[in-house]
């Protein structure tokens, strides 16, 4: 579904634990690894999602030759390893970390340890609920540069020196703004709502008599049109006088919709969240974090709200839902 990669593009950030390399600098050899035996903290940088990629790890068919990976330096002149074009969840909790065992370098995840304000220890780990396509950088150990295999995520690398595929840049598009309302003009005020990162459907009471919350599967709310874009659904179930509607959505991590202004204009209702902070999840200063989930609420059907064929969340038009049936039990 095209909604996944449009929700992983505003997610251009990687929530990563990041550090120095983890052996000993001395001069003083005495007592120092072997290099096979060595761990080493490795930072990752990732790449914007990528909504269609260049095709650059697409195996030929039939094909038994490795992917490759790119040995490259940054800006500063640190040695990376360059793998573009990787499926991946779209940021990370954790502590990457490499090895070297003969001739192949490998990286993987380690919970991420600290110590919280009243001093005690704790791990944290996890990744986002979005994946998407993007590159990756990960900055080695100098003395890991003469590597020829590379080996993330179950998947295995052929380090070459050759030039690294060039990527145009990409233009983020322009998104036109919805309509504004003033709070004077028709509305409804719907406080009946379920919007947030890890919603359950049956956390609002007074959404469930309608038991809508199974009756649709994720897949139900979208089809492609003739140019292959992903047209959204908003789906409606009836409960007496009034509408359930259930949708999907994005919303940051640390906010949740305390109640929606819902405008009527022509064919088209026009939801305004307004949201709330959310006091169990807290977020350093820079951080992001942002999921899609289900989201719904309730409102009267009548009058114009009723004769609607659309509905836009939000403040921006980037995604226009058509309003149709849900699928009762």
Request: glycine share 6%; charged share 30%; aromatic share 10%.
């Given at each position: 579904?095209k909604?996944?990669?449009?929700?992983?593009?505003?997610?251009?950030?990687?929530?990563?634990?990041?550090?120095?390399?983890?052996?000993?600098?001395?001069?003083?050899?005495?007592?120092?690894?072997?290099?096979?035996?060595?761990?080493?903290?490795?930072?990752?940088?990732?790449?914007?999602?990528?909504?269609?990629?260049?095709?650059?790890l697409?195996?030929?068919?039939?094909?038994?030759?490795?992917?490759?990976?790119?040995?490259?330096?940054?800006?500063?002149?640190?040695?990376?390893?360059?793998v573009?074009?990787?499926?991946?969840?779209?940021?990370?909790?954790?502590?990457?970390?490499?090895?070297?065992?003969?001739?192949?370098?490998?990286?993987?995840?380690?919970?991420?340890?600290g110590?919280?304000?009243?001093?005690?220890?704790?791990?944290?780990s996890?990744e986002?609920?979005?994946?998407?396509?993007?590159?990756?950088?990960?900055?080695?150990?100098?003395?890991?540069?003469?590597?020829?295999?590379?080996?993330?995520?179950?998947?295995?690398?052929?380090?070459?020196?050759?030039?690294?595929?060039?990527?145009?840049?990409?233009?983020?598009?322009?998104?036109?703004?919805?309509?504004?309302?003033?709070?004077?003009?028709?509305?409804?005020?719907?406080?009946?709502?379920?919007?947030?990162?890890?919603?359950?459907?049956?956390?609002?009471?007074?959404?469930?008599?309608?038991?809508?919350?199974?009756?649709?599967?994720?897949?139900?709310?979208?089809?492609?049109?003739?140019?292959?874009?992903?047209?959204?659904?908003?789906?409606?179930?009836?409960?007496?006088?009034?509408?359930?509607?259930?949708?999907?959505?994005?919303?940051?991590?640390?906010?949740?919709?305390?109640?929606?202004?819902?405008?009527?204009?022509?064919?088209?209702?026009?939801?305004?969240?307004?949201?709330?902070?959310?006091?169990?999840?807290?977020?350093?200063?820079?951080?992001?974090?942002?999921?899609?989930?289900?989201?719904?609420?309730?409102?009267?059907?009548?009058?114009?709200?009723?004769?609607?064929?659309?509905?836009?969340?939000?403040?921006?038009?980037?995604?226009?839902?058509?309003?149709?049936?849900?699928?009762?039990?």
């Amino acid at each position: 579904m095209k909604r996944v990669w449009a929700c992983c593009a505003a997610l251009s950030f990687a929530l990563l634990a990041c550090g120095d390399d983890s052996s000993s600098n001395s001069s003083d050899t005495q007592g120092k690894q072997p290099a096979s035996e060595r761990s080493n903290k490795v930072e990752l940088t990732l790449g914007k999602c990528l909504d269609h990629g260049l095709g650059v790890l697409y195996k030929k068919a039939d094909s038994e030759e490795l992917d490759k990976a790119y040995l490259v330096e940054d800006s500063t002149g640190a040695t990376q390893i360059l793998v573009p074009e990787l499926g991946d969840y779209c940021g990370i909790i954790a502590q990457f970390v490499s090895k070297r065992q003969g001739d192949t370098l490998s990286v993987w995840t380690e919970p991420l340890k600290g110590i919280d304000e009243d001093g005690r220890e704790f791990t944290l780990s996890g990744e986002t609920s979005c994946s998407c396509i993007k590159d990756h950088w990960f900055t080695i150990n100098a003395d890991d540069a003469d590597a020829k295999y590379f080996k993330y995520s179950g998947e295995v690398f052929e380090i070459t020196s050759d030039p690294a595929p060039e990527r145009p840049e990409i233009e983020e598009p322009t998104i036109p703004d919805a309509p504004e309302f003033s709070e004077s003009e028709p509305h409804q005020e719907v406080t009946d709502v379920i919007g947030h990162c890890d919603a359950m459907l049956d956390e609002n009471e007074s959404l469930l008599s309608n038991k809508f919350l199974y009756v649709d599967a994720w897949n139900d709310f979208s089809e492609r049109d003739s140019n292959g874009v992903g047209a959204p659904f908003a789906r409606t179930h009836y409960d007496g006088d009034d509408v359930v509607l259930v949708f999907e959505e994005t919303f940051n991590c640390d906010e949740k919709v305390e109640k929606v202004n819902v405008y009527p204009s022509n064919d088209t209702l026009y939801a305004k969240p307004e949201m709330t902070k959310l006091d169990s999840v807290k977020l350093e200063p820079g951080e992001g974090c942002a999921c899609m989930t289900r989201a719904a609420f309730k409102l009267k059907n009548e009058g114009v709200y009723a004769e609607a064929k659309y509905m836009v969340f939000g403040n921006h038009m980037e995604y226009v839902y058509t309003l149709k049936p849900g699928t009762e039990k």
